[in-house]
């Protein structure tokens, strides 16, 4: 009866089966990263059989290689919703950090998969031909912001927007994926509010100063933490 449940259900919705199909493995993977991800616990997961999986996405590399694509197109979406253009530049930047930050909180698998798939050199998303296209907009955004930026004289620099978004990304990604050894080198709690509110003013101070070669404190990101990322957590 189940079985007969699962197929109409995946014949009245296939779109659907997919998508559930596709969450559970992310899911998967990233708790267990590829070589120890399951084929028969994803699929049970999604309310599936691996018939129904290697039907609607394929085998377990070409199931990981969507799961990445997905991951990349949906950051890459929430990042065009930002509006950077119409920002004047240094808060455009800021608000690009404080995004890059907060997703990071909220989708810690993402992170766990940019892990698994760097320990492979990047062998999956090698193949993808989808993922370099959802880049480059992304990347002549930021491009126009800088430029925008040194046009109205509150950049110092034109930097290279790849090397902006590595630094920007990089100073999120390190400290969270780090986070468990780093609390137990240092003694603290880098996760708890404080920290990471801290964290945050302290990355928007650094990346504008840059930019800007003004000081953090003469830029107001230093003692109000708690406002700005109030700001951050509803963009």
Same mark, same amino acid.
């Given at each position: 009866m189940a079985?007969? &449940?699962?197929?109409?259900?995946w014949?009245?919705?296939?779109e659907? #089966?997919r998508?559930?199909i596709?969450e559970?493995? &992310?899911?998967e993977?990233?708790?267990h990263?590829l070589a120890?991800?399951?084929?028969d616990r994803i699929a049970?997961s999604a309310?599936? +059989?691996k018939? #129904?999986?290697y039907? $609607?996405?394929g085998n377990k !590399?070409?199931?990981?290689?969507?799961?990445?694509e997905?991951?990349?197109?949906k950051i890459?979406? /929430?990042e065009r919703?930002? !509006?950077?253009?119409?920002?004047?530049?240094?808060?455009?930047?800021?608000?690009l950090?404080e995004?890059?930050? +907060?997703?990071f909180?909220? +989708?810690p698998?993402?992170?766990?998969?940019l892990?698994?798939e760097?320990l492979a050199?990047a062998? $999956?998303?090698?193949?993808?031909?989808?993922v &370099?296209?959802m880049?480059?907009?992304f990347?002549?955004?930021?491009?126009? =912001?800088?430029?925008?930026?040194?046009?109205s004289g509150?950049?110092?620099v034109?930097?290279?927007?790849?090397?902006l978004?590595?630094?920007?990304?990089?100073l999120?990604?390190f400290?969270?994926s +780090?986070?468990a050894t780093?609390? =137990?080198?240092?003694?603290r709690?880098?996760l708890?509010?404080k920290? &990471?509110?801290?964290?945050?003013? $302290?990355?928007?101070g650094?990346?504008?100063?840059a930019?800007?070669?003004?000081s953090? /404190? #003469?830029?107001?990101?230093?003692?109000?933490p708690?406002k700005r990322?109030?700001?951050?957590q509803?963009?």
């Amino acid at each position: 009866m189940a079985k007969a &449940k699962r197929t109409l259900t995946w014949q009245r919705d296939p779109e659907g #089966m997919r998508l559930r199909i596709l969450e559970a493995a &992310k899911q998967e993977f990233a708790a267990h990263g590829l070589a120890g991800a399951r084929v028969d616990r994803i699929a049970a997961s999604a309310g599936a +059989n691996k018939r #129904m999986l290697y039907y $609607h996405v394929g085998n377990k !590399d070409e199931l990981y290689l969507a799961v990445l694509e997905g991951a990349y197109d949906k950051i890459r979406s /929430e990042e065009r919703g930002l !509006d950077l253009e119409h920002l004047d530049p240094p808060e455009a930047i800021r608000r690009l950090i404080e995004f890059t930050w +907060n997703y990071f909180l909220r +989708n810690p698998e993402f992170l766990s998969l940019l892990q698994t798939e760097n320990l492979a050199r990047a062998k $999956h998303l090698k193949r993808s031909t989808k993922v &370099k296209s959802m880049h480059s907009p992304f990347v002549e955004m930021i491009r126009t =912001v800088v430029r925008r930026g040194v046009e109205s004289g509150d950049f110092q620099v034109a930097i290279d927007p790849v090397q902006l978004y590595i630094s920007i990304a990089g100073l999120c990604f390190f400290y969270l994926s +780090n986070s468990a050894t780093l609390s =137990v080198i240092f003694g603290r709690d880098l996760l708890d509010k404080k920290a &990471k509110d801290e964290r945050l003013a $302290h990355m928007v101070g650094l990346v504008l100063a840059a930019l800007t070669g003004r000081s953090a /404190e #003469m830029l107001d990101v230093v003692k109000a933490p708690k406002k700005r990322a109030a700001v951050a957590q509803t963009l």
